[in-house]
Nanobody
Framework: QVHLVESGGGLVQAGGSLRLSCVVS????????MGWFRQAPGKEREFVAG???????DYADSVKGRFTISRDNAKNTVYLQMNSLKPEDTAVYYC?????????????????WGQGTQVTVSS
């Protein structure tokens, strides 16, 4: 069994920063691909960022240059550093994980999900 627990969300003014964390426990070896997604009220869940064990990363166009995904394998933790936040970044942010064979598709197919953490950006 795998558990993903997000933290670090909160209320921040536009232009500010937050760092989200996702701690993974359980069968961590079953996941080599981690992603962050978000869902705003009334909208579908969307991909934000992904990272693979071998260092490859991917970002949604809307966050490129502002968000950075990273991982600390020793701590079984994945981070999402969010800078220059905008009101349109307001959403519940979810951490997700899966095992990929070969170069992963970061945007689909995740088997494990966290419960989410709320990020609210005020204008």
């Amino acid at each position: 069994q795998v558990h993903l627990v997000e933290s670090g969300g909160g209320l921040v003014q536009a232009g500010g920063s937050l760092r989200l964390s996702c701690v993974v426990s359980g069968r961590t070896f079953s996941m080599n691909t981690m992603g962050w997604f978000r869902q705003a009220p009334g909208k579908e869940r969307e991909f934000v960022a992904g990272t693979w064990t071998f260092g490859t990363t991917d970002y949604a166009d809307s966050v490129k240059g502002r968000f950075t995904i990273s991982r600390d394998n020793a701590k079984n933790t994945v981070y999402l550093q969010m800078n220059s936040l905008k009101p349109e970044d307001t959403a519940v942010y979810y951490c997700a994980g899966k095992y990929s064979i070969g170069s992963p598709n970061f945007r689909n197919g995740y088997a494990y999900w966290g419960q989410g953490t709320q990020v609210t950006v005020s204008s």
